[in-house]
């Protein structure tokens, strides 16, 4: 039985610190592999982007857009992976398929604001959705195979002038 005074990494999983600036016979003596003077050659060094007094890359570049941060993220799903996992025997058709489902599966990695459905492929299956949000193709194609598709997203309602 080993004891505590005992314990020791394994051989070869560590490395002993580099000592620099130790004398010529160290190998990494006076100038401690910094090569000579400058700012680089000290510590703190914050020249990144730097390029010289010359506008940098990053500022030439035109901006355009904007992101929001208050912007929601969706894990997006086409309905040919639905259909997959269906083949698959990971998703059960007769069930409801929501979001909690759809990650057991392994139809997404996780559900991040929602889950959006895309249109994309067929829809074999009478499948009961629930979404987030989905498109009109995806709708169309849930719809005409004979299922039913709920978003909970809450619609926008136009204001009355």
């Known amino acids: ?18 000592r620099v600036g130790r004398g010529p016979g160290s190998g990494k003596g006076k100038t401690a592999g910094r090569g000579v ?22 500022m030439r570049m035109p901006k355009r857009g904007f992101n929001s941060r208050n912007r929601k993220d969706f894990a997006e799903v086409n309905l040919w992976r639905i259909e997959q996992a269906i083949e698959a025997g990971k998703l059960d058709v007769k069930g409801a398929i929501d979001a909690d489902a759809l990650l057991k599966a392994g139809v997404i990695r996780r559900v991040k604001d929602g889950v959006k459905l895309l249109g994309e492929g067929e829809c074999k299956s009478k499948l009961n959705l629930t979404v987030y949000s989905a ?8 719809e005409g195979a004979g299922g039913s598709l709920t978003t909970t997203k809450v619609e926008a309602k136009a204001e009355e002038a």
């Open 1 to 18: 039985m080993t004891k505590l005074n005992d314990l020791a990494p394994r051989e070869g999983s560590t490395k002993n610190r580099m």
């Open 37 to 58: 003077k400058g700012q680089k050659a000290r510590s703190g060094v914050s020249i990144h982007g730097f390029e010289g007094g010359q506008m940098p890359l990053h």
């Open 135 to 142: 498109t009109a193709s995806a709708r169309a194609a849930v």
